[in-house]
Every structure is written in C-alpha cells, then in structure tokens.
C-alpha cells in the first residue's frame, strides 16, 4: 500500500464495542441467507437486458429490504432530488452505507480499478454501472474527475465516501476534495447524507464498523447476530447547491456534517490502520502536482 493513501485511525480492537450476548445462531443464519437470496437477485436482474429498466422506486426498496434482512432497522428522513444529476456524498463507517446510499438514491458507485479484472464480481460492477477509479496513479486523477463530471452532466447520480477511508462512527475524517471537483466542472448539486448506526435507545453504535483489518465476513456476522438489533438512521441533509462555492475544498467543507466537523481527528483512537475503502482516490489533492494537473485539465472534452 503506498504512503499517500487515506488511513483512519479506527482498529476493531480499539473502536469495535465489547461483544455482547448475541441473538439466537439460527435467527443469524437466516438473516444472512437472506441477503444472499436478495443479493442473487438483484444480480440475476441485472445481467438480463431489462436490469437498466429498473425503476429507481423498486431499487430503493430492494437496497432497503437488504439492510433489513440483516437484522437493521432502517430509518430515512428527507428526501434527495429523483432526476438530474446529483453528487451524494456520506462519511464512510460500514458496507452498509452502500445500500443505505442508494436507498436514498440509485447511483453510480466509485471502485477502485483492480476491481474490474476480478472473476465475475468485476463484469457484474461494470454492467451495473460503477465507475472505476486509478487510486495508485496520480497523473490519472484528472481524467477519473472528469469522467465523473461527464457523468454528472449526463443527468446521473454519482455516489461517493469522500474520506477516502472507513472510521468507526463515534469519530469522522475530513472530506477530501477531489471527487467535488467533479461536482463544480459539471455544475450540479451536492447531496450530503448523514448515516448513524444506534443500539437501544440513542447510543451510537461501533458494531456495523467496518475498519482496519476486520473482515467483512467478521463484520456480516456481527451485525446479523447483535442482540436488540441495529438502527440505521439516514438523514438526507439540505443539498449544496452549484455555484454557491468556487473551490473544491469549500465546497467539500459545506457538505461535511456540521457535527461532524467537530468529531474529526484521532482523539481516542489509538494505532493506525489502512484504508479499506474503494475511493481511496480523495487524498491525492494534498499533492501540488495533481492541483496542477487539474487545473490544465480544464472542461472535460465533450461537456
């Protein structure tokens, strides 16, 4: 892994809560198989040649029936623009954010570029429309903007994890810029969601986490098998909108959370640990040189 990339401080020895008495073993297993049965099927609609005639209504519903199906409550208020193109924008803590993400709106994810030569997974994310991210090349990072920017101006949702790396949920990193950048050239909206994970009552809960080198095996299992159950809260905040803010560092500021704006850092987070996100891209914009690659960049060509 190279130096540059996004870490967060979050480890499961250190963020994860203590394991509790967890629900029944049988009522885990289903719960896990039927988000297999669910994932089979929306993956089986996909590769037919109506899966792009879904409506967005029934994909919404879908992404919801998954997260519920594995034993979390999920909790939606507002509501994002349904047409036109749109940045959603989330801290990143679980795989859950993903159909949480597109629960609010069906949109075309972000993926690191290894992922597309991967057996079978890898045709499935390119026919299901993810755009596909060179994380380890600098130079590639003006095209991968301006891609996402013709996408944006074509009308389509695009969806990101600006932190560019996965925390545990009592604490957030700072958006990167980058993936704004896109939202500017395209001069669309941006649409923060704010995603929290709770336990009885009001307590903010790690269990979902997936960070440092946890597995995600670890993690299904975890969230399947917690007693009381999870809630995912999922607030659709009010939408950036275009020409509001000139650079993308505002832009990534106005969008961040209030509230978590305060939380970012490392304070009781010990050790350090790798990215495991697929956007790991967001951090490149430390670098002068890809300020100044972007800058010759210009309007992508065709916009």
Known sequence: MNAWLPTAPCTPAACLEPSRPATAVPL???????????LLTGTATVLTPLGRLVPAAVVRCWCRWIVR??????????AAAPTGGLLLVAHHVSWLDIPLLAAVRPARMLAKSEIRSWPVAGALAARGGVLFI???RLRALPDTVAAIARVLRAGAAVAAFPEGST??????????????QAALDARVPVQPVR???RTGGRTVSTAPAFVGDDTLLASLWRVASARGGITAEVEVLPAVPPGRHRDRRALAD??????????????GHPGKAPSKSMRSLFLMFRFRKADEDIRKAGTPEGG
């Open 69 to 78: 199906a594995a034993g979390v409550r999920v909790r939606v208020s507002g």
């Open 28 to 38: 885990a297993v289903l719960r896990l198989t039927v988000v297999a049965v669910l």
């Open 167 to 180: 925390w545990c949920g009592r604490a957030h990193g700072r958006f990167r810029g980058a993936v704004f």
């Open 195 to 197: 995603i929290r994970y």
């Open 134 to 136: 060179e994380r380890d």
């Open 254 to 267: 106005a969008a961040q959370p209030t509230e978590s704006r305060s939380s970012t850092g490392r304070d």
